[in-house]
């Protein structure tokens, strides 16, 4: 059974830096994109960013220039770093992975809270 794991939220003053993590677990095959979306209470999920096994990266027009995607493929894990953190990134975040044969998996999701 496959399992993500997040990590890295919280309540941080506008400005501010987190980083979260998610860690994949369990009979992945062939792990292809990992990303992070995000959710804020009454809105749509959301992407924010994406990362190829190549190390290719997407991201999403209001994080560009702030957060950075980056994976570690031997840990399974992604990672998003996010600076100068404004009151709108307030949502839920859940790491998503796509692997073979049409895999996608999905956290739990993390509360990030920016208080201005």
């Known amino acids: 059974q496959v399992q993500l794991v997040e990590s890295g939220g919280g309540l941080v003053q506008a400005g501010g830096s987190l980083r979260l993590s998610c860690a994949a677990s369990?009979?992945?095959?062939?792990?292809?994109?990992m990303g992070w979306y995000r959710q804020a209470p009454g809105k749509q999920r959301e992407l924010v960013a994406t990362?190829?096994?190549?190390?290719?990266?997407n991201y999403a027009d209001s994080v560009k220039g702030r957060f950075t995607i980056s994976r570690d493929n031997a840990k399974n894990t992604v990672y998003l770093q996010m600076n100068s953190l404004k009151p709108e990134d307030t949502a839920v975040y859940y790491c998503?992975?796509?692997?073979?044969?049409?895999?996608?998996?999905w956290g739990q999701g993390t509360q990030v809270t920016v208080s201005s």
């Open positions: 369990g009979s992945i095959f062939s792990i292809n994109t």
């Open positions: 998503n992975i796509k692997a073979a044969l049409g895999a996608d998996y």
């Open positions: 990362i190829t096994t190549s190390g290719s990266t």
